[in-house]
């Protein structure tokens, strides 16, 4: 063997840079499914499901395509259990002169390849808009950087809703204030989920995975997740043709039953490099229905969000895993595991992430996050749960999403407040309210809602952070408007609540 081409289960495109000059005759593809990385936290039996079973598909793909693999099964008697070990094994075993690999997605994988006793030769990853040395360079030019920042630089970078004078397309950078919108009443049918079909392939890997990791969280049977670039490509389709034109007007409505609404459930294959974000906002691009306000909304995630999010991982890494701002330290609460809960948001969430390893942004930041920010979770604990749970959860993407977005754990790095709403926005955006035993309008009492309780609460405890941020002024003059034996009794309370979750 000339060349090893180690394939992480995050790297699973057959164009990557790992392929530059790939000869079929000489090198071989190293795929390895090992227990350790399933393992090193406890995981979503749908997102193992979702790597195997991707990870199968693209072997599958590289050998119609001509060129070798060597596929190492997590049952293969041999298989020693470790990322180290594995390509230690294979080195032995090809000799190749040379190992290359695409940058992992994950500090700690990262760190394992480069200990490695013959490391492999590392390539910049080109699935990215923004390289990590372009990201270094907006930084030095753009000190005081927001997302916003790094999204008009990068629209002006791609040319992505330009137009020939150089100006945004529709000449504002974004349409927010049209899409806050709830459901509500009048709203129309949701698309029914996209579910890809069950091969030999996927029947197989849920199968091994209902056998092996039966102790896992999560259910399998939903078990119809895009896995191949074939059915990747059906789900853009079926994305842009039925949901992307009400994208942006519901991109925050919450509805209780409803995990899906009008999102893409694009991020694994995205995440996986099973599709690539250029073709993605392309092929949304292309659609002929979908309103500017969608289109933007869209293309603002995944060109501005994701690739923003990404050049902070890779920038403030290892570092930035430990940070924890508003010093929080309790642990997840258990009902994150189980649904069991008298809050009637969390527990549709939780439900959702439970079936489908899934919950939208909104859920994610605005009722899952929201909580365990406002009774002080430890940053990297959300995140560890995280990282368990969701089938599109890569370390690069989770970590700053997690402690950095929705627990403001790093003091203000990603989003320039903390998260934090009442149970009066959950109410707004939702209907999950009406048939909650608590009331969203109430911080004390009984029937008060848990998250108006803890809201006030935080804002209280957080005072001398907050109060001089001028995007919190509003919040804090509504705190200042409350009585002093209320607040107090409202800390008592969200100190009761924090203990003792209902
Ligand atoms: P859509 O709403 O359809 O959005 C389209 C695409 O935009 C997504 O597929 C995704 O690729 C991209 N995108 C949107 N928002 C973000 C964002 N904030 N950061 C990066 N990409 C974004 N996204 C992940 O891919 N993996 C994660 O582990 C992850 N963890 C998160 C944790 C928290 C606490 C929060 C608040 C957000 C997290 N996100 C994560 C971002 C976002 O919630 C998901 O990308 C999105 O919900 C995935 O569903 P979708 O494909 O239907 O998204
Ligand atoms: C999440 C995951 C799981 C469950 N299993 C594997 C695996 O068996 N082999 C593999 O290559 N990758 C797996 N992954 C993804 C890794 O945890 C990690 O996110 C990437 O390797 C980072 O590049
Ligand atoms: Fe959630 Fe509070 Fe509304 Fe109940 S009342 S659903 S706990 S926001």
Same mark, same amino acid.
């Given at each position: 063997?000339?060349?090893?081409?180690?394939?992480?289960?995050?790297?699973?495109?057959?164009?990557?840079?790992?392929?530059?000059?790939?000869?079929?005759?000489v090198d071989v593809i190293l795929q390895m499914e090992v227990l350790e990385e399933a393992a090193y936290i406890t995981q979503h039996k749908l997102r193992i499901a979702y790597?195997?079973?991707?990870?199968?598909?693209? =072997?599958?793909?590289?050998?119609?395509?001509?060129? =070798?693999?060597?596929?190492?099964?997590?049952?293969h008697p041999e298989n020693s259990g470790s990322f180290e070990t594995e390509i230690g094994r294979a080195q032995r075993l090809l000799k190749p002169e040379r190992t290359i690999a695409i940058e992992p997605g994950d500090w700690r994988v990262a760190e394992k390849l480069r200990r490695l006793p013959q490391p492999p030769e590392i390539r910049s990853d080109r699935h990215f808009f923004c390289s990590r040395d372009e990201f270094a360079a907006f930084t030095r030019d753009h000190p005081r950087h927001i997302l916003e920042t790094f999204y008009r630089f990068m629209r002006k970078k791609t040319g992505l809703l330009m137009d020939k004078a150089g100006k945004p397309v529709g000449s504002a950078w974004n349409y927010d204030d049209q899409n806050r919108k709830p459901?509500?009443?009048?709203?129309?049918?949701?698309?029914?989920k996209r579910a890809s079909k069950m091969d030999p392939i996927s029947?197989?890997?849920?199968?091994?995975?209902s056998r092996r990791f039966?102790?896992?969280?999560?259910?399998?049977?939903?078990?119809?997740?895009?896995?191949?670039?074939?059915?990747?490509?059906?789900?853009?389709?079926?994305?842009?043709?039925? =949901?992307?034109?009400?994208?942006?007007?519901?991109?925050?409505?919450?509805q209780n039953g409803e995990p899906f609404l009008y999102h893409s459930r694009l991020s694994g294959p995205l995440n996986l490099h099973i599709l690539s974000p250029t073709e993605v906002i392309k092929a949304a691009l292309r659609s002929e229905e979908a309103p500017l306000n969608a289109l933007e909304g869209f293309v603002r995630q995944i060109l501005g969000w994701r690739e923003y999010v990404r050049g902070i991982y890779w920038q403030r890494m290892p570092h930035y895993a430990e940070e924890n701002a508003l010093d929080a330290h309790l642990r997840m609460p258990g009902f994150y595991w189980t649904a069991e809960t008298d809050m009637r948001c969390l527990a549709d969430a939780i439900t959702h992430t439970i079936d489908h390893a899934y919950a939208h942004h909104i859920e994610r930041l605005m009722v899952l996050g929201l909580?365990?920010?406002?009774?002080?979770?430890?940053p990297y604990e959300v995140h560890r749960w995280h990282?368990?749970?969701?089938?599109?959860?890569?370390?690069?993407?989770?970590?700053?999403?997690?402690?950095?977005?929705?627990?403001?754990?790093?003091?203000?790095?990603?989003?320039?407040?903390?998260?934090?709403?009442?149970?009066?926005?959950?109410?707004?955006?939702?209907n999950h309210c009406k048939g909650c035993r608590f009331d969203p309008k109430k911080s004390i009492g009984e029937d008060a809602c848990p998250f108006t309780t803890l809201y006030w609460s935080f804002l209280a405890k957080h005072r001398q952070r907050f109060s001089s941020n001028g995007r919190m002024r509003n919040q804090y003059t509504n705190l200042d408007r409350k009585d002093p034996d209320?607040?107090?009794?409202?800390? =008592?309370?969200?100190?009761?609540?924090?203990?003792?979750?209902?």
């Open positions: 063997t000339r060349n090893l081409v180690i394939v992480l289960g995050d790297q699973l495109d057959g164009n990557s840079a790992a392929f530059d000059g790939f000869d079929p005759e790597f195997f079973a991707s990870m199968r598909h693209f =072997r599958q793909d590289m050998t119609a395509r001509g060129r =070798r693999v060597h596929y190492v099964a997590i049952d459901l509500g009443k009048d709203a129309p049918t949701i698309p029914p029947a197989e890997v849920r199968d091994l995975v039966a102790s896992s969280p999560g259910r399998l049977e939903n078990i119809d997740l895009p896995v191949s670039r074939a059915q990747a490509l059906e789900h853009l389709e079926d994305f842009v043709s039925r =949901r992307l034109p009400l994208f942006g007007t519901y991109q925050d409505a919450m909580f365990a920010m406002l009774i002080g979770v430890a990282m368990s749970m969701f089938w599109d959860a890569i370390d690069w993407v989770s970590l700053p999403n997690t402690l950095g977005m929705s627990q403001y754990g790093d003091g203000g790095v990603i989003a320039t407040k903390p998260y934090a709403a009442s149970g009066a926005y959950i109410n707004r955006m939702s209320e607040i107090r009794a409202i800390r =008592r309370r969200a100190d009761a609540l924090a203990l003792e979750p209902p």
